[in-house]
């Protein structure tokens, strides 16, 4: 079984639609979920991080994890163009590896 | 901003022969990463680093792949006799032991895309 299982898309929106971006994860030992936004030839880079229960906002971005179901979710309100990437869930925790989904390819349309 | 950098950007070689992909990862980090992308597929763990020992490595990390430290700044990963199959973008991270609580954010470089011809 997967660990990280994520929607590949690709997900193409309006400007200013709200997007839902979802994973799965399989461990319920698991502790943290990342949400890295990587573009085009560039590295991920870290969004933000929710530890295994409970929503996280940060500005427009709300991460959420529901235990029960094992499932990671990531918001974006009034999306922007320059919001236009792939999105890439992840568990990992302290300095141990990160287990990436395989990411999901969102294009805001202006 | 610290930044992870990674050379060279785009690295061409024929088959069999060895690359080294060098990254100088943010200067007070502690741990260090490699991982692997193939065109279409997910961000693989290859390796961690930390106190000049390989700390976790993944079954994709035998012994075609090595890293090391060389000095106080560097961090490589050497491909002996490469394999088509081991066209990919590699990316380095590194991270620092967090302040309070959360993990350890791993920061990233931009990647070193390695085409085996």
């Known amino acids: 079984q997967k660990e990280v299982e994520q929607d590949p898309g690709p997900l193409s929106v309006p400007e200013g639609a709200i997007v839902s971006l979802n994973c799965t994860y399989s461990?319920?030992?698991?502790?943290?979920f990342m949400w890295y936004r990587q573009y085009s030839r560039k590295g991920p880079e870290l969004l933000m991080y929710t530890y295994s229960s409970g929503n996280k906002e940060d500005g427009r971005f709300t991460a959420q994890v529901d235990k029960s179901s094992k499932y990671i979710s990531l918001f974006i309100r009034d999306s922007q163009p320059s919001d236009s990437a792939t999105y890439l869930c992840?568990?990992?925790?302290?300095?141990?590896?990160?287990?990436f989904g395989k990411g999901t390819k969102l294009t805001v349309n202006p | 901003e610290p930044e992870v950098t990674q050379t060279p950007s785009h690295q061409v070689t024929q088959m069999g022969q060895e690359v080294i992909l060098r990254c100088v990862p943010i200067?007070?980090?502690?741990?260090f990463y490699w991982y692997r992308q193939i065109l279409g597929q997910k961000v693989e763990f290859l390796v961690s680093?930390?106190?000049?020992?390989?700390?976790?490595k993944s079954e994709i990390f035998d012994d075609q792949f090595s890293v090391e430290r060389p000095d106080g700044s560097n961090f490589t990963l050497k491909i002996r006799s490469t394999k088509l199959e081991d066209s990919a973008m590699y990316f380095c991270a590194s991270s620092d032991v967090a302040a309070s609580g959360g993990p350890d954010t791993q920061y990233f470089g931009p990647g070193t895309r390695l085409t085996v011809l």
């Open positions: 200067s007070n980090h502690l741990y």
């Open positions: 461990n319920s030992a698991f502790q943290y």
């Open positions: 992840a568990r990992g925790g302290g300095s141990e590896k990160l287990v």
């Open positions: 680093f930390y106190n000049n020992e390989i700390s976790e």
